[in-house]
C-alpha cells in the first residue's frame, strides 16, 4: 500500500503512462462489431496528435482526482478499509446494483443494545459473610446488574450533597492489602449495629449522611437511627402494650432512670440492670438485693448516661421470633451452662412451629417507624408458664438456627425485590409527573383566589350539599353573583360564626370579579346589596 502511495504520488511515473490509459479504464468497453473497417496507422496517429493535448489533460485530472480519493480512504484509517473496492470499481465500471454500498448511509445500520449501568449495592458488616456470593448473577428487572460492595462502619467515610446525593469512601485493610475505593451507592443493607457503648462505636452520623444522600436501604434509615436506643424501642413497645393488652402482648416491666441520681431502690428484687444502648448481653447485671443496687447506681454514675431495670425472670427458654420479608421462623434456646442469660455460656437451639401468637407479636413490632422489613422479637418463658417479651431486634439482628443459608438467601431477594421496585418507580416518575402537571392558564388570576377562598376549609353543610359543592366548581361569574345565591334555609340559621364570616368574605371578592365586567356604579350596587344580604343572614338570630 505504501509502495503504490508513493508510486501514484511520483509526477513523472504519471507523465510516462500512455495517452489516454486512465480515460480508456473509465470508459465501458464498446463492443467490437466485425463489419466496421480497420483505421489505417496514419489515420490513428493524425487521431491520437490531435487528442493528445485533450487527454493529457483528462489524464490528470483523473489521475489527481483518483489520488485525492486514495489519499483520502488512507487518511479515515482502518475504519474506512472496507470501503476501499468502491472507487476501483467505479473506474473499470458502474457498481452492481444488487452490490449494496458500505460507504453510505442509505442502508440500515444496526442498533447496538443498551446495556444500563450496574446498580451499586452497600452492605454494612462484618467479614465473616461474603455477601457479594449471594447477589451474583441476580439482575433487576432482567437487564441491570448489581455490583457489591461490602464494608464495615469503622471502614466508611461519605460526604452528601442535596443535588449529587451521597459519595462512600471506603479504607480499610484486606487479606489482599490495603484497599481503598469511592462510589456512589444506590442501595444500602446495614447489617451491624450503628451505635454501640464502646468508645469510637458511634456511627450515628455515616447513618444521618445516607439519609441525608437520599440513599433507600433496609431497613430503612429511619428506623436504624431510632433504633440507636433501646429505651426509645421500648417505648414503641409500651404503646402496643397498651393497644393490644396485656395478654395479647406481655410485655415484661421496666423502669428508666434518665442518670443515676434517681436511682435510689428498687420496687423488688432480684432485677436486671442494663446500662445505656446495652445489647448482645453486653451491659446487663443481675442484681439480687438493695445493698448490690447501690454499688450497680455508682457504675452508672461512671458510665454517664441513662439506665433502665427490669423484673428478672427465672427462664424456662428463651424464645425467638424472626421476620424477613414473608418469611417467618421461631426458635426456643435453653442454657445448659445454667447462666441466667441464655446467650452466654452453652445452649441448645432448635426451631418450633410458628403460632398465630407469635405471629401477632412480630407483625405488631414491624410496625415501627415506618415499618420493618428485616426484625426479631426477643421473649423470655417464665418457669411459671407465662411469657415475655423483653426485646425487638432490626436487620442487624445475628442469625441462628440450621438455616442461616437459608436466611440469607431471603435477606439477598428481599434486597433484590427493593432495588428492583426502586428502579421501577424512577424510570417511571419522570413521566408520571409530566401527566400529572396540567397547565392552568385560563382561568383569572383573580378568579384563582377567589375560589381558593371559597372552596378552603369547607363547612359541614357545603359539604353534605351536593348543590353548594357543585357551585364551587362552576365558572367564577356564576359562582358568587349575588342574585343567584339561594334564601337562608332554616339550618342555615344555626351555622357557626365561623362559616358567616367566610360567607361574607366571599361576598366581598366578588367586587373585583364584578369590577371587570360591569360599571362602576353596577360594582357598587351589587356590593351593596350583597352587604345587604350578609348583615341580614349574620343578624337572623
Not at 483523473?62 to 487518511?75: H, Q
Not at 462484618?126 to 448489581?146: S, V
Not at 450533597?161 to 462512600?168: A, E, L, Q
Not at 448516661?305 to 425472670?313: I, M, N, R
Request: charged letters at 20%; proline letters at 7%; glycine letters at 6%.
Amino acid at each position: 500500500m505504501n509502495y503504490l502511495r508513493r508510486r501514484l504520488s511520483d509526477s513523472s511515473f504519471v507523465a510516462n503512462l500512455p495517452n489516454g490509459y486512465v480515460t480508456e479504464l473509465r470508459r465501458p468497453a464498446a463492443p467490437s462489431s466485425p463489419s466496421s473497417s480497420p483505421a489505417s496507422p496514419a489515420t490513428e496517429r493524425r487521431a491520437q496528435q490531435h487528442s493528445a493535448p485533450a487527454s493529457s489533460s483528462a489524464s490528470a485530472s483523473s489521475s489527481s482526482n483518483f489520488l485525492s480519493s486514495f489519499s483520502s480512504v488512507v487518511r479515515s484509517g482502518p475504519a474506512a478499509t472496507v470501503g476501499q473496492a468502491e472507487p476501483a470499481r467505479s473506474v473499470h465500471g458502474p457498481a452492481p446494483a444488487s452490490a449494496p454500498s458500505l460507504t453510505s448511509g442509505t442502508g440500515p445500520t444496526p442498533s447496538l443494545p443498551v446495556v444500563p449501568k450496574p446498580k451499586v449495592l452497600l452492605v454494612i458488616g462484618d467479614f465473616h459473610t461474603d455477601w457479594a456470593k449471594y447477589f451474583r448473577g441476580k439482575t433487576l428487572n432482567g437487564t441491570c446488574e448489581i455490583r457489591v460492595e461490602q464494608a464495615e462502619f469503622s471502614e466508611i467515610n461519605l460526604v452528601s450533597n442535596v443535588s449529587k446525593g451521597c459519595m462512600v469512601d471506603i479504607k480499610g485493610s484486606r487479606r489482599a492489602g490495603r484497599v481503598s475505593r469511592s462510589f456512589k451507592p444506590d442501595f444500602v443493607l446495614i447489617r451491624q449495629h450503628a451505635y454501640s457503648m464502646t468508645p469510637g462505636d458511634d456511627f450515628r452520623s455515616l447513618v444521618i449522611g445516607l439519609q441525608f444522600g437520599g440513599v433507600a436501604s433496609v431497613n430503612s434509615l429511619f428506623s436504624i437511627y431510632n433504633f440507636c436506643s433501646k429505651p426509645w424501642v421500648f417505648s414503641q413497645m409500651i404503646q402496643l402494650f397498651h393497644s393490644l393488652g396485656p395478654e395479647k402482648f406481655p410485655l415484661n416491666e421496666q423502669t428508666f432512670y434518665p442518670n443515676y441520681n434517681q436511682m435510689i431502690s428498687s420496687s423488688s428484687f432480684p432485677v436486671v440492670v442494663k446500662m445505656g444502648h446495652a445489647h448482645a448481653g453486653i451491659g446487663k447485671i443481675k442484681v439480687e438485693n438493695r445493698e448490690d443496687f447501690q454499688d450497680v447506681t455508682s457504675v452508672v454514675a461512671l458510665a454517664r448516661t441513662y439506665a433502665t431495670t427490669e423484673s428478672y425472670v427465672d427462664s424456662k427458654y428463651d424464645i425467638r421470633i424472626q421476620k424477613i420479608g414473608t418469611n417467618y421462623k421461631a426458635y426456643m434456646r435453653t442454657s445448659i451452662s445454667g447462666n441466667w442469660k441464655a446467650n452466654t455460656g452453652s445452649a441448645m437451639l432448635e426451631q418450633i412451629a410458628m403460632t398465630d401468637r407469635y405471629r401477632l407479636w412480630v407483625d405488631s413490632c414491624a410496625e415501627m417507624f415506618g415499618g420493618l422489613d428485616i426484625c426479631a422479637v426477643k421473649a423470655v418463658h417464665g418457669k411459671d408458664g407465662k411469657d415475655y417479651i423483653i426485646e425487638v431486634m432490626d436487620s442487624s439482628m445475628p442469625l441462628v438456627g440450621e438455616h442461616v443459608e437459608e436466611d440469607r438467601q431471603l435477606i439477598a431477594e428481599l434486597v433484590v425485590n427493593k432495588m428492583a421496585a426502586l428502579l421501577t418507580d424512577s424510570s417511571s416518575s419522570p413521566l408520571a409527573s409530566a401527566k400529572g402537571q396540567v397547565p392552568q392558564t385560563t382561568q383569572p388570576r383573580r378568579a384563582q383566589g377567589a375560589l381558593w377562598s371559597a372552596s378552603s376549609n369547607p363547612s359541614p353543610s357545603a359539604q353534605g350539599s351536593p348543590k353548594r359543592a357543585r357551585s364551587a366548581t362552576t365558572s367564577p361569574s356564576q359562582a358568587f353573583q349575588p342574585g343567584l345565591l339561594p334564601p337562608a334555609s332554616a339550618s342555615q340559621k344555626h351555622l357557626p360564626q365561623l362559616n358567616k364570616s367566610r360567607s361574607l368574605t366571599n361576598t366581598l371578592n366578588t367586587r373585583d370579579l364584578l369590577h371587570d365586567s360591569t360599571t362602576e356604579d353596577e360594582a357598587k350596587a351589587e356590593t351593596i346589596r350583597s352587604l345587604r344580604q350578609s348583615f341580614a343572614s349574620l343578624f337572623s338570630d
